[in-house]
Nanobody, 122 residues
Framework: VQLQASGGGPVQAGDSLRLSCAASARTNYVMGWFRQAPGKEREFVAAITSSGGSTSYADSVKGRFTISRDNAKNTVYLRMNSLKPDDTAVYYC??????????????????WGQGTLVTVSS
């Protein structure tokens, strides 16, 4: 499965942005978003089951970000509201073969997209 992330760009604090991740084919994988800020490790942001029935979020984005998927379009979205400068990072979409209640780790993910940069200025 090939993943293509898009939708990043420069925004102001408080703005909203929607990221998209298009898969090359229909997939039953769990889909997730991670991010990596300059000088920091890649961290989990959100995940969604293959059906879209369950989601999980990092505490830092809970209530501000929403993950969703449109299986007819093989696309996963990350709606980001009330953006903060701390949200500045390269955002990656990824796919995992199973759902876990705990926070996803980088090593849980089988496939990765190329990343899209989000820059939030104050």
């Amino acid at each position: 499965v090939q993943l293509q992330a898009s939708g990043g760009g420069p925004v102001q604090a408080g703005d909203s942005l929607r990221l998209s991740c298009a898969a090359s084919a229909r997939t039953n994988y769990v889909m997730g978003w991670f991010r990596q800020a300059p000088g920091k490790e890649r961290e989990f942001v959100a995940a969604i089951t293959s059906s879209g029935g369950s989601t999980s979020y990092a505490d830092s984005v809970k209530g501000r970000f929403t993950i969703s998927r449109d299986n007819a379009k093989n696309t996963v979205y990350l709606r980001m509201n009330s953006l903060k400068p701390d949200d500045t990072a390269v955002y990656y979409c990824a796919a995992a073969p199973y759902w876990r209640e705990a926070r996803y780790r980088v090593e849980d993910m089988f496939y990765w997209g190329q990343g899209t940069l989000v820059t939030v200025s104050s």
